[in-house]
């Protein structure tokens, strides 16, 4: 069984910053590519960023030059950096990641989500 646990959320004024992590538990072999979606009130989830076992990232042109998103491979941990937050970048936040388990199955595996409310 593997899970998946989101920190870091909650309530912040415009152009402050948080910091999201995910860390990833479980019967793992390996994880392949990790990333942070979310899903506003109203609106359909949407990619915000992924990044690659070999660090390889992406995002989302709304997010660009704002978020980071970075892992620790040895804690099995993604961060989403998020900074001049905008009151348009409130949410709840999904961590996945591609996992293969220690029997060999692979899969996506999802987090519950986190809130993330940005204040005007």
């Known amino acids: 069984q593997v899970q998946l646990v989101e920190s870091g959320g909650g309530l912040v004024q415009a152009g402050g910053s948080l910091r999201l992590s995910c860390a990833a538990s479980?019967?793992?072999?390996?994880?392949?590519?990790m990333g942070w979606s979310r899903r506003a009130p109203g609106k359909r989830r949407e990619l915000v960023a992924t990044?690659?076992?070999?660090?390889?990232?992406n995002y989302a042109d709304s997010v660009k030059g704002r978020f980071t998103i970075s892992r620790d491979n040895a804690q099995n941990t993604v961060y989403l950096q998020m900074n001049s937050l905008k009151p348009e970048d409130t949410a709840v936040y999904y961590c996945?990641?591609?996992?293969?388990?220690?029997?060999?199955?692979?899969?996506?595996?999802w987090g519950p989500g986190i809130q993330v409310t940005v204040s005007s």
């Open positions: 996945n990641a591609n996992i293969a388990t220690v029997d060999l199955v692979e899969f996506t595996a």
């Open positions: 990044i690659t076992s070999g660090g390889s990232t």
């Open positions: 479980g019967s793992i072999f390996s994880i392949n590519a």
